[in-house]
């Protein structure tokens, strides 16, 4: 139980938040109403909104995680209350063994239909369409994994998009289908991530697969060789979680946090000139959604060696700097 004098915010959360499978959220205005009371009882000058928001960003008001974000930057942050502070203890939850946590790898690892509807979403980056009817799909929002979304599945908020996707990693590297000896410290210098170089590492390293594993092998699993890529490059001082919302199957949006620094990433598979410069549209869109002017455009083309026109170049357009690579 919340300890005698503990803050209103606590209080507020703790009939709802101990209850992992309950079937409801807090929204935007109600994570506001409850920074709002704690803001009335320490004066630390809290940007509410903004807060609210960015909590929700990677929670989707989710009570128990929106509990752990709030106690983590209020007992370990030294009340941190900023943008930074949030990033930071995701960064933390992310490393934590926990119950919740816990119980997603269970179902996951108990129900092959659900890992692999999962995976579908997630990893391969298909269309599902939400019917509760459906026996899995019923099964992922019993457990609370997955959402509705426009009509299609989801998984349910951003910080069990990146839990899953991390065990998903460790599943393939148990395969021994991550090979690379490129380091952190390849990319990183003085705490700045380069992100064109990582591309570049990437397409080296992918070149040197491409003829060891089958077309079909490279078309299902070349988006969790990426991400399997980067994940020790951003590991212990950033994240990435994929947009989901955004997948089809031409399309994977991925948004890495490096320390200040955001990239924002698309891949794709290669459909032609035409998909190609549908895919510099909606990535130069997405940007101004995310009041960006730099993003990467990864591709992943499956014909035969002579057909390829592998690129790595920097293109402008629409005001927007891409780094376009086809591997």
């Given at each position: 139980m919340p300890a005698e004098g503990e803050s209103k915010i606590y209080n507020s959360l703790w009939n709802i938040a101990v209850d992992f499978d309950i079937d409801m959220s807090f929204n935007p205005a109600e994570i506001s109403t409850m920074l709002s009371d704690y803001e009335t009882d320490h004066q630390k000058g809290l940007n509410i909104k903004e807060l609210a928001d960015k909590i929700y960003d990677y929670t989707n008001g989710y009570p128990y995680l929106v509990s752990k974000i709030c106690k983590h930057i209020d007992e370990k942050l030294s009340k941190n209350w900023t943008t930074d502070g949030i990033q930071s203890t995701v960064q933390t939850l992310l490393k934590e063994k926990n119950t919740l946590f816990d119980d997603i790898f269970k179902n996951l690892e108990n129900n092959v239909k659900l890992y692999e509807l999962i995976y579908d979403i997630l990893i391969i980056g298909k269309h599902r369409l939400y019917s509760i009817g459906n026996p899995t799909v019923n099964l992922g929002?019993?457990?609370?994994?997955?959402?509705?979304?426009?009509?299609?599945?989801?998984?349910?908020?951003?910080?069990?998009?990146?839990?899953?996707?991390?065990?998903?990693?460790?599943?393939?590297?148990?395969?021994?289908?991550?090979?690379?000896?490129?380091?952190?410290?390849?990319?990183?210098?003085?705490?700045?991530?380069?992100?064109?170089?990582?591309?570049?590492?990437?397409?080296?390293?992918?070149?040197?697969?491409?003829?060891?594993?089958?077309?079909?092998?490279?078309?299902?699993?070349?988006?969790?060789?990426?991400?399997?890529?980067?994940?020790?490059?951003?590991?212990?001082?950033?994240?990435?979680?994929?947009?989901?919302?955004?997948?089809?199957?031409?399309?994977?949006?991925?948004?890495?946090?490096?320390?200040?620094?955001?990239?924002i990433l698309e891949l794709k598979l290669w459909r032609g000139k035409k998909y190609q410069a549908e895919a510099f549209s909606q990535l130069c869109g997405y940007l101004e959604s995310k009041h960006a002017d730099t993003g990467y455009l990864l591709t992943f083309d499956f014909r035969k060696e002579g057909n390829k026109d592998r690129k790595a170049e920097w293109i402008e357009i629409n005001d927007k700097k891409i780094f376009f690579v086809i591997v």
């Open positions: 929002v019993v457990y609370g994994i997955i959402r509705e979304s426009n009509k299609c599945i989801s998984v349910s908020n951003r910080i069990f998009e990146m839990v899953i996707c991390d065990y998903f990693i460790s599943k393939d590297e148990e395969n021994n289908r991550r090979i690379t000896g490129v380091l952190q410290n390849d990319v990183v210098r003085d705490g700045i991530f380069d992100m064109e170089l990582c591309l570049r590492k990437f397409s080296e390293f992918y070149a040197e697969i491409f003829n060891k594993h089958d077309i079909s092998f490279l078309e299902e699993h070349g988006r969790l060789l990426f991400l399997s890529f980067l994940k020790p490059l951003v590991n212990g001082q950033g994240f990435y979680h994929i947009e989901s919302q955004f997948t089809d199957l031409r399309r994977m949006d991925i948004v890495v946090d490096f320390g200040q620094q955001q990239f």
